[in-house]
């Protein structure tokens, strides 16, 4: 025995309990017995030990890999694995084992039996057989069934795979009855030893007949007439249903369809669009039959649906229109006894060339006459709209009436009547005439609607084209005569030519001639007595009355200028340039008068009165006159202006203000400026302006009193020659 090294391994001393030998540090496997190549035993560091000869012990612990000769009957472990053969002389028993895995062949010489012994589920014999009390499952079975006996097909559940027969499948006890195959692809029923149903290669089912020619063929007796359902048979294209077709196959033609029930009801996309109901009335669009008025009454009802506009009835022509002329029939309405002759119709028809997407038409309403069983058109609107009644052929206006050859005997183109008097009438006579009249009421209304204006004319002829409105009286109730003169009692007199007049006048004379306008409205009242009055009485005197108690009022330029009170006081308004004025006129000339008040507040202040150019010497004069109105004073002067102001040839302009008081009204209050030229500078360009100089709280009346010898201008800035003007506040 020798060692390479000793620690850390000890024998029988630490650092171990027991002999260890094999060591990390001394590269050593583990321990081996024997000699050179001899060596028999090998038992390394992780417990593993390899024999080369007999191991002989008292028991086995653990697993057993190699060959056993013998193994005690006290040999245990958990797994025994052999590369040899395993004789047993008595009997093999697995205890709690689930699976016998087997790589090779299991041989049983009397056969094998599963289950335990008081109750085998099954046994396999050695002749091949096998006795089961269960059920068989399993992918497939083969052969040729011949010794099955005693197998009951209804318990048998979950079976697949193909059970073949060679014809037929027969009714036990009813040999006539039977499913068979008596062709290849082909499936048929018998019943009474007769075929009562057969399914083709294609599919096809015939039910009395053995060459369906559709889907479904359906055929009874020996007729021939076979109904045929077909889904979808001749369905426009990208549409498919369901077809019937009741034929003869014997000889290529279609039979009648009949049906008996107590109603009939068709729809589609599951809601119903058709009924035929047990008296034989058609309805569209409804299930219900009407109970009252004359729809209770009717053979056809349609209705649209609930908030739509689909109610319609469509005939057609079978070609396009392209294909139609001038006057050709569309489609008839006939209204006609049971032997078809005619009481009356409505009628289409192409009223000019047609195209593919031009379709121009016309509808007729033809009546029949008495004593005659065909129609005669009685009323015509064609393609444009126009509409003939009565006119024998095309209408050329909108309304035509009648054909001028076959009038009314009365006359009468248009008549509406109430209770026996004329509304409106349009009469041909002699002259033709135009009506509205009502002689069994107090009034007769001539109105329009939708705030459309009411419009009379008379044209200068009776040619297409525009209409007159010589009258027209607008939705308020406006009147206005358009282009001409307006006469009540007689046709209107122009005062001169071109002016459109407004000309009131009474046959009446003597002492009862009277000629009036009167005003009123609600609040006047329209009595004699009431509103404006302007009229012309037997005198003759013209009068101008405000009959109420109110003003009369005159203006100019949208503005009051003068006013006569109800008391008789008159008044006149100032204007925008801060005056009032009245001008008097004598043969030779005139005079002008200007109205105006003056004041100021805390302070004095100079006030201008107006302008003056003028170049003639002594031409004229101005009168200024000023009244004190405030506080009790009753202070007032007068002054005088004249002169001229002409500025060439050796001449200056020359101005002269004279004064008178009365009442103590000091002479400085009017004032005169400088004389003054302005542009452009020549003989009339001299000006000279007067004002008022006035002191504070002060407040004047102005009177200025003004020589019609000189020209008058409002604007002080543009004073022309021989002119003055009033300064604007």
């Given at each position: 025995?020798?060692?390479?090294?000793?620690?850390?391994?000890?024998?029988?001393?630490?650092?171990?309990?027991?002999?260890?030998?094999?060591?990390?540090?001394?590269?050593?496997?583990?321990?081996?017995?024997?000699?050179?190549?001899?060596?028999?035993?090998?038992?390394?560091?992780?417990?593993?030990?390899?024999?080369?000869?007999?191991?002989?012990?008292?028991?086995?612990?653990?697993?057993?890999?190699?060959?056993?000769?013998?193994?005690?009957?006290?040999?245990?472990?958990?797994?025994?694995?052999?590369?040899?053969?395993?004789?047993?002389?008595?009997?093999?028993?697995?205890?709690?084992?689930?699976?016998?895995?087997?790589?090779?062949?299991?041989?049983?010489?009397?056969?094998?039996?599963?289950?335990?012994?008081?109750?085998?589920?099954?046994?396999?014999?050695?002749?091949?057989?096998?006795?089961?009390?269960?059920?068989?499952?399993?992918?497939?079975?083969?052969?040729?069934?011949?010794?099955?006996?005693?197998?009951?097909?209804?318990?048998?559940?979950?079976?697949?795979?193909?059970?073949?027969?060679?014809?037929?499948?027969?009714?036990?006890?009813?040999?006539?009855?039977?499913?068979?195959?008596?062709?290849?692809?082909?499936?048929?029923?018998?019943?009474?030893?007769?075929?009562?149903?057969?399914?083709?290669?294609?599919?096809?089912?015939?039910?009395?007949?053995?060459?369906?020619?559709?889907?479904?063929?359906?055929?009874?007796?020996?007729?021939?007439?076979?109904?045929?359902?077909?889904?979808p048979d001749n369905a426009p294209t990208g549409s498919a249903g369901l077809s019937l077709n009741i034929v003869n196959r014997s000889n290529?033609?279609?039979?009648?369809?009949?049906?008996?029930?107590?109603?009939?009801?068709?729809?589609?996309?599951?809601?119903?669009?058709?009924?035929?109901?047990?008296?034989?009335?058609?309805?569209?669009?409804?299930?219900?039959?009407?109970?009252?008025?004359?729809?209770?009454?009717?053979?056809?009802?349609?209705?649209?649906?609930?908030?739509?506009?689909?109610?319609?009835?469509s005939f057609s022509r079978a070609e396009a229109a392209s294909a139609m002329s001038v006057n050709d029939e569309v489609a008839n309405l006939?209204?006609?006894?049971?032997?078809?002759?005619?009481?009356?119709?409505?009628?289409?028809?192409?009223?000019?060339?047609?195209?593919?997407?031009?379709?121009?038409?016309?509808?007729?309403?033809?009546?029949?006459?008495?004593?005659?069983?065909?129609?005669?058109?009685?009323?015509?609107?064609?393609?444009?709209?126009?509409?003939?009644?009565?006119?024998?052929?095309?209408?050329?206006?909108?309304?035509?009436?009648?054909?001028?050859?076959?009038?009314?005997?009365?006359?009468?183109?248009?008549?509406?009547?109430?209770?026996?008097?004329?509304?409106?009438?349009?009469?041909?006579?002699?002259?033709?005439?135009?009506?509205?009249?009502?002689?069994?009421?107090?009034?007769?209304?001539?109105?329009?609607?939708?705030?459309?204006?009411?419009?009379?004319?008379?044209?200068?002829?009776?040619?297409?084209?525009?209409?007159?409105?010589?009258?027209?009286?607008?939705?308020?109730?406006?009147?206005?005569?358009?282009?001409?003169?307006?006469?009540?009692?007689?046709?209107?007199?122009?005062?001169?030519?071109?002016?459109?007049?407004?000309?009131?006048?009474?046959?009446?004379?003597?002492?009862?001639?009277?000629?009036?306008?009167?005003?009123?409205?609600?609040?006047?009242?329209?009595?004699?007595?009431?509103?404006?009055?302007?009229?012309?009485?037997?005198?003759?005197?013209?009068?101008?009355?405000?009959?109420?108690?109110?003003?009369?009022?005159?203006?100019?330029?949208?503005?009051?200028?003068?006013?006569?009170?109800?008391?008789?006081?008159?008044?006149?308004?100032?204007?925008?340039?801060?005056?009032?004025?009245?001008?008097?006129?004598?043969?030779?000339?005139?005079?002008?008068?200007?109205?105006?008040?003056?004041?100021?507040?805390?302070?004095?202040?100079?006030?201008?009165?107006?302008?003056?150019r003028r170049h003639y010497w002594g031409a004229g004069f101005y009168h200024i006159k000023l009244r004190q109105r405030y506080y009790t004073?009753?202070?007032?002067?007068?002054?005088?202006?004249?002169?001229?102001?002409?500025?060439?040839?050796?001449?200056?302009?020359?101005?002269?203000?004279?004064?008178?008081?009365?009442?103590?009204?000091?002479?400085?209050?009017?004032?005169?400026?400088?004389?003054?030229?302005?542009?452009?500078?020549?003989?009339?360009?001299?000006?000279?302006?007067?004002?008022?100089?006035?002191?504070?709280?002060?407040?004047?009346?102005?009177?200025?009193?003004?020589?019609?010898?000189?020209?008058?201008?409002?604007?002080?800035?543009?004073?022309?020659?021989?002119?003055?003007?009033?300064?604007?506040?």
């Amino acid at each position: 025995m020798s060692f390479t090294k000793v620690a850390p391994a000890g024998i029988g001393t630490s650092p171990g309990t027991s002999i260890r030998i094999g060591d990390s540090l001394l590269h050593s496997t583990g321990l081996d017995i024997g000699t050179g190549s001899g060596i028999g035993v090998t038992i390394r560091q992780h417990g593993n030990a390899t024999f080369t000869g007999i191991v002989t012990a008292a028991s086995f612990s653990g697993d057993i890999t190699g060959k056993a000769t013998e193994l005690a009957t006290n040999a245990t472990g958990t797994n025994l694995t052999l590369s040899g053969n395993l004789g047993v002389g008595g009997v093999l028993t697995y205890e709690d084992v689930t699976n016998i895995d087997s790589v090779g062949v299991i041989t049983a010489r009397s056969g094998i039996k599963i289950g335990p012994t008081a109750g085998v589920a099954g046994t396999f014999f050695a002749d091949g057989s096998y006795v089961t009390a269960g059920i068989i499952t399993a992918a497939t079975f083969h052969g040729s069934g011949a010794n099955l006996t005693g197998i009951d097909l209804g318990a048998v559940t979950g079976a697949t795979g193909d059970f073949s027969i060679a014809d037929k499948i027969v009714h036990t006890g009813d040999t006539n009855t039977a499913i068979r195959f008596p062709a290849a692809d082909t499936i048929t029923a018998e019943t009474d030893g007769t075929e009562r149903v057969r399914i083709k290669s294609n599919g096809y089912v015939g039910i009395g007949t053995e060459n369906p020619q559709r889907p479904l063929a359906v055929t009874s007796g020996t007729s021939g007439v076979t109904a045929e359902f077909n889904v979808p048979d001749n369905a426009p294209t990208g549409s498919a249903g369901l077809s019937l077709n009741i034929v003869n196959r014997s000889n290529s033609g279609y039979a009648p369809l009949s049906f008996n029930a107590t109603l009939y009801t068709f729809g589609n996309s599951g809601t119903e669009r058709v009924r035929i109901d047990n008296n034989g009335r058609l309805l569209i669009g409804t299930a219900t039959t009407k109970s009252a008025g004359s729809g209770q009454y009717a053979k056809l009802n349609v209705e649209g649906y609930v908030g739509g506009s689909e109610c319609f009835a469509s005939f057609s022509r079978a070609e396009a229109a392209s294909a139609m002329s001038v006057n050709d029939e569309v489609a008839n309405l006939t209204f006609n006894d049971s032997a078809g002759y005619e009481f009356a119709r409505i009628q289409v028809l192409a009223d000019a060339a047609t195209g593919a997407t031009d379709t121009p038409g016309r509808i007729v309403f033809r009546t029949t006459a008495d004593g005659a069983s065909s129609s005669t058109e009685r009323l015509r609107i064609d393609s444009t709209g126009r509409m003939g009644l009565a006119t024998g052929g095309a209408p050329t206006y909108r309304l035509d009436i009648g054909d001028g050859a076959n009038d009314p005997p009365s006359g009468y183109q248009l008549r509406i009547n109430s209770a026996g008097d004329y509304i409106f009438a349009l009469q041909r006579q002699s002259t033709p005439s135009f009506s509205i009249r009502n002689n069994g009421t107090s009034i007769v209304h001539l109105n329009t609607q939708n705030n459309k204006q009411l419009a009379l004319g008379v044209s200068s002829g009776n040619a297409s084209g525009s209409i007159a409105e010589d009258v027209v009286l607008d939705s308020s109730g406006n009147l206005k005569i358009s282009n001409g003169n307006m006469g009540v009692g007689i046709a209107a007199v122009p005062q001169d030519s071109g002016a459109r007049t407004l000309h009131v006048h009474s046959t009446t004379t003597g002492s009862g001639a009277r000629a009036a306008l009167r005003l009123t409205h609600g609040s006047t009242g329209s009595s004699a007595s009431n509103g404006g009055f302007l009229g012309m009485d037997n005198n003759p005197d013209l009068y101008l009355y405000n009959q109420e108690n109110g003003k009369l009022r005159f203006g100019t330029n949208g503005s009051e200028r003068f006013l006569i009170n109800s008391y008789g006081e008159t008044v006149t308004e100032e204007s925008s340039h801060g005056w009032s004025t009245y001008e008097m006129h004598a043969k030779d000339g005139g005079t002008r008068f200007h109205y105006r008040g003056i004041g100021t507040g805390g302070s004095g202040a100079n006030i201008n009165l107006f302008r003056v150019r003028r170049h003639y010497w002594g031409a004229g004069f101005y009168h200024i006159k000023l009244r004190q109105r405030y506080y009790t004073g009753s202070a007032e002067g007068h002054w005088w202006l004249h002169g001229h102001g002409r500025n060439t040839g050796g001449h200056s302009p020359s101005w002269q203000l004279n004064h008178n008081s009365h009442n103590n009204l000091g002479g400085s209050k009017i004032q005169i400026t400088s004389n003054s030229n302005s542009s452009p500078g020549d003989d009339y360009a001299g000006y000279v302006d007067v004002y008022a100089n006035i002191g504070s709280y002060e407040y004047y009346e102005v009177v200025i009193e003004a020589s019609l010898m000189a020209g008058y201008n409002h604007s002080v800035s543009n004073v022309g020659v021989d002119s003055y003007a009033l300064h604007a506040f």
